[in-house]
């Protein structure tokens, strides 16, 4: 068989060049540290490791997202503990207006300091994060929760709630809105009067509370209307009927005393005038307010230097007990950040656990065992080395060596 000369040259500069590329193949195998350079290498691997990569991506999105998270959360709680100290010194405050010894002098001086602790407050529920949005605001970040109207403080926000997406099915809750932490907060239940007769204090609040949570009727307003029926004899007898005049159960009776206080269900009842009598008072419509507002009525309370003794212990009484309740809105917005933080963090070790195990997966399938490439190399270097030998041998080949 015949070969020509060109055939010749050809066929060997292809084992040069074949080699070469096998050469150049492991050397990026080495330097990219990828097994897989191309589909062509391994279709299936290919595959998984485009899977995989997608899902550590989506981690360390959720675990950025993580982070965003709990520097917002760590903010709020550090804003409400503010509260918190700023109300409970309000309180003490006001517990402290209630000394006998306190004239117009001191209760002015209170209210100074009441009025610059609501200042900090104030400064506190309009609280904004490092990019300027309003932590309170709802959906309205770049709107002032709480703005003052001359009158009262309103809030300017919405309802609306940013969630976090921290993992593939968990979104975590990121702000609390003003609406929800200080607004919706009941001031204390009370009860007003119907007739020109009757005098109603409540003298056990927690037993009042109680009575009201469990018997106001928010559907059919008559429903929380009560009559006190008095009925001369010997003696003169009392009894608590309900609106309709039907006796409440077990019957609240009693010997009437014109004068002489009633006790029912926390309520002090003191009806005058001589029996028969009717006289009715009612469960007074549940009311929401934000501390402010509760600060500026019994600031005003205070200063006012005419206020009768009597108002001013109801003044005080609203206050400490609406303050008392906004303090249960905080702590419990407090506990729900704590929970929240907990959840993150558990969801989070989860997370950075199935990076591990996915980024150990990938690099099994993609990366290249260094031992094996450098043998690699090394074969396919000696492999050119052969291929530039022949190449060099054969083509010096040629009959005239011979002659």
């Known amino acids: 068989m015949r070969v020509s000369s060109i055939n010749l040259y050809q066929n060997s500069l292809n084992g040069v060049l074949n080699s070469q590329q096998q050469v150049e193949k492991m050397n990026q195998h080495l330097i990219t540290n990828k097994k897989l350079l191309t589909a062509a290498d391994g279709p299936s691997d290919m595959s998984k490791t485009m899977f995989l990569t997608t899902e550590i991506t989506l981690t360390e999105q959720h675990l950025k997202n993580g982070t965003l998270l709990e520097n917002a959360l760590n903010f709020e709680e550090s804003t409400l503990d503010g509260m918190i100290n700023a109300m409970q010194r309000a309180r ?5 207006s209630g000394d006998g010894i306190n004239g117009d002098t001191e209760r002015a001086s209170l209210a100074q300091e009441l009025r610059q602790i609501q200042n900090q407050m104030l400064d506190f529920m309009n609280s904004q994060n490092a990019d300027g949005s309003y ?17 009262n403080y309103n809030y300017q926000g919405d309802a609306g709630v940013n969630e976090l997406k921290v993992s593939s099915s968990v979104y975590i809750q990121s702000n609390d809105t003003g609406q929800e932490v200080f607004d919706n907060v009941f001031k204390r239940f009370v009860t007003n009067d119907l007739t020109a007769n009757i005098s109603t204090t409540i003298n056990d609040q927690k037993a009042y509370d109680s009575f009201h949570k469990l018997n106001y009727d928010p559907i059919t307003l008559a ?58 008072f009612e469960l007074a419509p549940p009311e929401k307010d934000n501390v402010l507002n509760m600060l500026s009525d019994f ?12 108002d001013y212990v109801e003044a005080q009484s609203d206050f400490l007990v609406g303050l008392d309740n906004a303090l249960e809105s905080v702590n419990l917005t407090l506990g729900s950040i704590g929970a929240r933080g907990n959840s993150l963090e558990s969801v989070r ?23 094996e490439a450098v043998s690699n ?24 060596n011979y002659l």
């Open 135 to 151: 932590v309170f605001s709802g959906f309205q970040t770049q709107k002032k929760p709480y703005v003052f109207d001359g009158t």
């Open 377 to 400: 190399l090394q074969k396919a270097e000696l492999a050119l080395n052969t291929s530039y030998s022949s190449y060099s041998r054969i083509s010096q080949l040629s009959l005239f």
């Open 349 to 371: 070790n989860a997370s950075s656990s199935m990076d591990i195990i996915n980024q150990q997966s990938r690099a099994s399938i993609s990366e290249v065992d260094f031992a």
């Open 223 to 280: 429903n929380n209307t009560y009559q006190v029926q008095t009925t001369a004899g010997a003696p003169d007898t009392y009894e608590v009927l309900d609106n309709t005049g039907t006796s409440l159960v077990p019957p609240v009776t009693g010997n009437y005393t014109p004068g002489e206080a009633i006790n029912f269900n926390g309520i002090d009842i003191t009806v005058t005038g001589a029996a028969p009598s009717n006289e009715q």
């Open 92 to 96: 003490v405050l006001g517990v402290q």
């Open 299 to 310: 600031i005003i309370a205070l200063e006012d230097t005419s206020l009768p003794q009597g």
